[in-house]
């Protein structure tokens, strides 16, 4: 399949346990943020978003995390499957019709 | 409903050629962007449009230019290809009512510059 990234960030997890990826974002003006799930060959698949007034949201099997005061947000998956194995990508819209993405991290789940 | 169509899905082409690449959104959606993604470089917004207006444009060079047609369809030229300008161009169409800017991406177009 296509490479999205030959350097980047990695993630292992067993089956079944819960995956926490993070990101850090750069401005402080971003006031909706993304994560996107990238599988070979795909293009980016929306997961869950998050506005900057809320620090909380929850999906189906995906919590995301906002903390404005250090500029991080995470995604959290719970109960890991083979599926979820892709590259996961951040991204930060300050409002002005421009999404900036972060560099993506890869996560494995072993079986 | 149909999902966002790029076209073609790969493409060769020369040093110092052209290209034009196609997009087009999922119906309603007046909302297109466009990103180039590269291993080295990750994913880098290339522009916007709605309703036929640019309304935001990335970091690139002039060569990259591109334009929306009244039924929101997009198409994005490089001029003067790059050996660099091998990469992934992905479109993504979004309602943008102002309640949400939830973007649906194709599945891109791989050039490759030879």
């Known amino acids: 399949g296509e490479s999205v990234g030959l350097h980047l960030p990695t993630l292992s997890v067993q089956e079944g346990d819960n995956s926490i990826i993070n990101c850090a974002y750069s401005?402080?003006?971003?006031?909706?943020f993304i994560w996107y799930k990238q599988e070979s060959g795909k293009g980016p698949q929306f997961i869950i978003d998050?506005?900057?007034?809320?620090d909380k949201r929850q999906g189906q099997r995906v919590t995301v995390l906002l903390n404005k005061t250090v500029k991080h947000l995470s995604l959290q998956i719970a109960a890991t499957q083979p599926g979820d194995s892709a590259v996961y990508f951040c991204?930060?819209?300050?409002?002005?019709?421009?999404?900036?993405f972060g560099a993506g991290t890869r996560l494995f789940v072993k079986a | 409903k149909a999902g966002v169509t790029q076209t073609p899905r790969y493409l060769i082409k020369t040093r110092g050629q052209q290209v034009t690449l196609s997009c087009s959104p999922i119906?309603?959606?007046?909302?297109v962007s466009w990103y180039q993604q590269t291993p080295g470089q990750g994913l880098q917004f290339l522009f916007e449009?709605?309703?036929?207006?640019?309304?935001n444009k990335g970091n690139f060079p002039g060569r990259f230019s591109g334009r929306q047609f009244s039924n929101s369809r997009s198409e994005m030229n490089v001029s003067t290809l790059e050996l660099g300008d091998s990469a992934l161009y992905l479109c993504?169409?979004?309602?943008?009512?102002?309640?949400?800017?939830?973007?649906?991406f194709g599945q891109g177009t791989r050039l490759t510059v030879v």
């Open positions: 993504a169409s979004s309602a943008n009512t102002g309640s949400t800017t939830e973007a649906f």
């Open positions: 401005n402080s003006a971003s006031d909706y």
């Open positions: 998050i506005r900057s007034n809320m």
């Open positions: 991204a930060e819209n300050t409002g002005g019709f421009k999404t900036i």
């Open positions: 119906s309603g959606h007046r909302s």
């Open positions: 449009y709605f309703s036929e207006t640019q309304r």
